[in-house]
């Protein structure tokens, strides 16, 4: 059974910078798209961006273009989401997600319903 786990999640001032972890295990990940999402709270869940794991292909939100960078280890089974100059708009619980596919369909690869998998969360606050 597919299992995800996120880590790495913490209290950070504005303009500084995260790194999330998360740890696929259960199935290699080759045939995946592995989604990173986030939920302020009080409001909806949304696409943060996502990597199709064979190769390396990846989408981002405008929101977070330019300063958020996903990548992988392969041979660990992990994907991570690397986030600088955060503010405060970031603050939410992050999320990742898996999708079995070898089929992209770009308008949907930054939609929750299009995953199957879910992690548990680790939360982001950005604060002075």
């Known amino acids: 059974q597919l299992q995800l786990v996120e880590s790495g999640g913490g209290l950070v001032q504005p303009g500084g910078s995260l790194r999330l972890s998360c740890t696929v295990s259960g199935f290699p990940l080759n045939n995946y798209v592995i989604g990173w999402f986030r939920q302020p709270l009080g409001k909806e869940r949304e696409g943060v961006g996502c990597?199709?794991?064979?190769?390396?292909?990846?989408w981002y939100s405008e929101s977070v273009k330019g300063r958020f960078t996903i990548s992988g280890d392969n041979a660990a089974n992990t994907v991570y989401l690397q986030m600088n100059n955060l503010n405060a708009e970031d603050t939410a619980e992050y999320y990742c997600?898996?999708?079995?596919?070898?089929?992209?369909?770009?308008?949907?690869?930054?939609?929750?319903?299009?995953?199957?998998?879910w992690g548990q969360g680790t939360q982001v606050t950005v604060s002075s």
């Open positions: 997600a898996a999708r079995h596919t070898s089929v992209i369909i770009p308008s949907r690869v930054l939609d929750p319903i299009w995953y199957d998998t």
């Open positions: 990597v199709q794991i064979r190769g390396g292909r990846t």
